[in-house]
């Protein structure tokens, strides 16, 4: 889980690191990366109503 995920993407984007996002009801962001490895990593900031279950 992330806090601000404005600032991530700002990070990768300074760091020339590719990543995708996508949309959900329960996130303010979800950002995908791949390790170098080729694992995918998850990069999630939850709104704020959002409790984890």
């Given at each position: ?22 949309t ?17 990593i ?12």
């Open positions: 889980m992330i806090k601000d995920g404005e600032a991530m993407q700002k990070l990768l984007e300074a760091s020339g690191i590719e990543y995708y996002t996508m959900a009801s329960e996130t303010k962001h979800r950002i995908y990366v791949n390790d170098p490895d080729g694992n995918e998850e990069l999630v900031e939850y709104v704020p109503e959002y409790a984890l279950k």
